[in-house]
T-cell receptor, first 112, second 116 residues
């Protein structure tokens, strides 16, 4: 069965520092992987998606993620954090259906 | 940019009462979904809906839940007799065409349901 594990429910970084949010997946077939962001009192907004075209995926707001099959990982990174990046980030996977399976989320705090 | 709209943003209901959560998906989208997020927990899939019928539902989506597309624009989630554990944020999502893995779902801002 497909599942997603996000290590670290909270991550804190200084403004300008590297952001690394971890996501590992379990899937019996090549998965489709997504990162969504949720700002306070808002819905889920797609940051980026992996659909097997390229292992390094670039998304909005300077975020990117690399699919590593050998590590079953899809970690989200951003070279330089901005205060506006503070939000909750969800990794999600889907296999042969359109049902999204979400991780538990990682709350990113950015300090000045 | 077109967006998924959910109303109300916050619904407070007495336990045992029926509640209807409303969603207006993006106009040319064909696939519709409900997810929920209990406070502090992960977002969970409830149901998917296409061509006026349920495509898939989770074990959470029991007989107390139903979905409907009563007209060409609205998509509703009804909970027949609410329980305390139904308190959660409910998200509606839609997708334009047949799932091919590369189409993301577009989410609304959610309805926070509080059961007293």
């Amino acid at each position: 069965a497909q599942s997603v594990t996000q290590l670290g429910s909270h991550v804190s970084v200084s403004e300008g520092a590297l952001v690394l949010l971890r996501c590992n997946y379990s899937s019996s077939v090549p998965p489709y992987l997504f990162w969504y962001v949720q700002y306070p009192n808002q819905g889920l907004q797609l940051l980026l998606k992996y659909t097997s075209a390229a292992t390094l995926v670039k998304g909005i707001n300077g975020f990117e993620a690399e699919f590593k099959k050998s590590e079953t990982s899809f970690h989200l990174t951003k070279p330089s954090a901005h205060m506006s990046d503070a939000a909750e980030y969800f990794c999600a996977v889907s296999e042969n259906t359109d049902k999204l399976i979400f991780g538990t989320g990682t709350r990113l705090q950015v300090f000045p | 940019e077109p967006e998924v709209t959910q109303t109300p943003s916050h619904q407070v209901t007495q336990m045992g009462q029926e509640v209807i959560l409303r969603c207006v998906p993006i106009s040319n989208h064909l696939y519709f979904y409900w997810y929920r997020q209990i406070l502090g927990q992960k977002v969970e899939f409830l149901v998917s809906f296409y061509n006026n019928e349920i495509s898939e539902k989770s074990e959470i989506f029991d007989d107390q839940f139903s979905v409907e597309r009563p007209d060409g624009s609205n998509f509703t989630l009804k909970i027949r007799s609410t329980k305390l554990e139904d308190s959660a944020m409910y998200f509606c999502a839609s997708m334009p065409g047949r799932w091919a893995g590369n189409q993301p779902q577009h989410f609304g801002d959610g309805t926070r349901l509080s059961i007293l």
